[in-house]
């Protein structure tokens, strides 16, 4: 007989907190939530079942339901009855600093806990719990949590190996797709490249060398469609035929570091944001983005599906 999935904390029921609760009761844990803020019980169920129709589609685990989430009224509650914590509170520095602490204080010493936070690094995390800053870590999630597979697995200097590996154990048993980030950095690996594409997508846009559509339009019909199933190293490696990525790198190496070395550095001033808003409300104007979401999202389980069938796709 296999042992039922461990019960998992989710502190923070926001977006994110949502995404992770759908997914591990979807897996078939019992999910322990909190989240202080007013109809925050009801916002999360309603979430939830919002979610459970993809999540269905993709396969619940048995015994998986909806009616296996619970609401505490204290991260601290939560985190003591659970063997898995992962925290979603707002990206503030101060409210990390007190819910991490509450965490650490409550719950068991072999419980790992692991943050979404998208940009504080684990040590600065360790750093706010005093009882065991070693089972604490980054298990950075990506929007819709609940169908993108990947998860950044990143330790800070004190985590424990045992806990980072229970760590990437429980995300893979759940159908992510964690990768392990070697070292911190501000961004961790993945938004990194995205803001190494958007700093370019913002400069094009105030030179006005593109519209914001057009951009869109660049990249999700032409090498996203790529990028979905091949990340953009193999990409590049195919696009070199029988000589692959040596061949690339020697004919079209010297073009690209002179791309490279012309790429804008745009600052985020108000002007820029302005534009780059008003360029999203024409891109958008007259669709319903209710309908978009859901659109994207019952594609997203389509792709998803037929990439689980892939024999050879990384
Ligand atoms: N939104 C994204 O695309 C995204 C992606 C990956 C990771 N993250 C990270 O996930 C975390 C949450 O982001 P979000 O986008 O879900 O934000 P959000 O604002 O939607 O949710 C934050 C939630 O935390 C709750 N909260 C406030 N004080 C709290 C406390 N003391 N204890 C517990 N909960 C508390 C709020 O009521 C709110 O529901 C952040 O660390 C963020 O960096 C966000």
Not at 267 to 274: E, G, N
């Amino acid at each position: 007989m296999t042992a039922a999935p461990p019960p998992v904390a989710v502190v923070g029921t926001g977006v994110i907190g949502a995404g992770w609760t759908a997914l591990f009761l979807a897996r078939g844990h019992d999910v322990v939530a909190y989240d202080p803020a007013p109809g925050a019980e009801p916002a999360l169920r309603g979430a939830v079942g919002e979610a459970w129709p993809a999540l269905t589609r993709l396969g619940l685990a048995r015994g998986a339901s909806i009616d296996r989430l619970t609401f505490t009224a204290s991260a601290g509650e939560a985190a003591a009855v659970a063997m898995f914590v992962q925290e979603n509170g707002p990206e503030r520095r101060d409210l990390k600093q007190r819910l991490l602490a509450e965490l650490d204080e409550a719950a068991v010493p072999e419980t790992p806990i692991a943050s979404s936070s998208s940009g504080l690094m684990p040590s600065q995390l360790q750093a706010m719990c005093g009882r065991h800053p070693e089972r604490v870590l980054v298990g950075h999630p990506f929007h819709p949590a609940h169908l993108i597979p990947l998860v950044e697995v990143v330790p800070g200097e004190r985590t424990d190996d045992r806990v980072v590996r229970a760590a990437m154990a429980l995300y893979t048993a759940i159908g992510k797709r964690p990768i392990l980030v070697r070292q911190e950095l501000p961004g961790h690996v993945t938004n990194r490249l995205q803001a190494a594409l958007w700093r370019e997508a913002y400069s094009l846009v105030e030179r006005g060398v593109a519209t914001v559509a057009d951009i869109d339009t660049a990249i999700s019909h032409g090498p996203g469609l790529r990028w979905a199933l091949l990340g953009p190293l193999l990409n590049q490696h195919l696009s070199g035929g029988a000589g692959g990525l040596a061949h690339v790198l020697e004919h079209l190496g010297p073009p690209t570091q002179e791309w490279m070395d012309d790429l804008g550095q745009p600052r985020l001033t108000p002007a820029l944001a302005d534009l780059l808003i008003r360029g999203v409300d024409d891109a958008l104007a007259g669709v319903d983005q209710r309908r978009l979401v859901t659109e994207r999202d019952a594609l997203l389980v389509d792709l998803l599906q037929r990439k689980a069938q892939g024999t050879v796709l990384p």
